[in-house]
C-alpha cells in the first residue's frame, strides 16, 4: 500500500511518486511500525516541499536532508540514496489535498512539541544555502500554520529580510 492509499487519498497507483518514497522506506526499514514509517515519510515529504519550493533543490539541501536521513537509526547510505531518488523533481507535483492529509496525519501522530521540531528542521533546510528565500518563507509559514505551530515563537525573525548579499 502506498502512502496515498494508506493516507485514504488514492488508489496505491494514482501517485506512484509518493508510493515509491514509501516503499522505499518500507524496504529500507522492514521492521519498522507503520505508524513510523508514515511520520518519516511524511517529514520527508515536508522537507523537499520547502527545499524545492522555491524552484531548485540545492546542493547543500540536499546535503542537510541526507545528514537528516542518516540520523533515522537502520537507514543504509544506499536507503538515503534510494530516498532521494524517489523525491528528485517530484515533489512539486504534491496536490494540496495530500498536503492536508499530511498535515492532519503528523497532528494525529505528534504533540505540539514534536511539530515544533519539524518546523525546525525545516527552517533549518532553508537556511542551509543561506538565508531562506521568500517562497521558502512562505512556504514555512504556512506549514507551521496547518500544524498549529507558534512560528513566531519559535521563529521569530524568519520574516525579517535576509541580510544584504
Known sequence: ????????LQRESSFPNLDALLRELRQ????????VLRYIAIVVVLLGKVACVDGRFSRKEEEL??????HVEGLSAGAIEAVCTALEGKLPSIHEQELDRC????????????RARVVRLLIQLAAADGAPTEAERAEIERIAEELGV???????DLNAPPPPA
Open 1 to 8: 500500500m502506498g502512502l496515498l492509499s494508506w493516507l485514504g
Open 28 to 35: 529500507a526499514l522492514p521492521d519498522d511500525e507503520g505508524v
Open 65 to 70: 536532508l541526507r545528514a537528516l536521513l542518516a
Open 103 to 114: 498535515y492532519r496525519e503528523l497532528k494525529s501522530l505528534c504533540d505540539a512539541d514534536e
Open 150 to 156: 507558534p512560528l513566531e515563537e519559535i521563529a521569530p
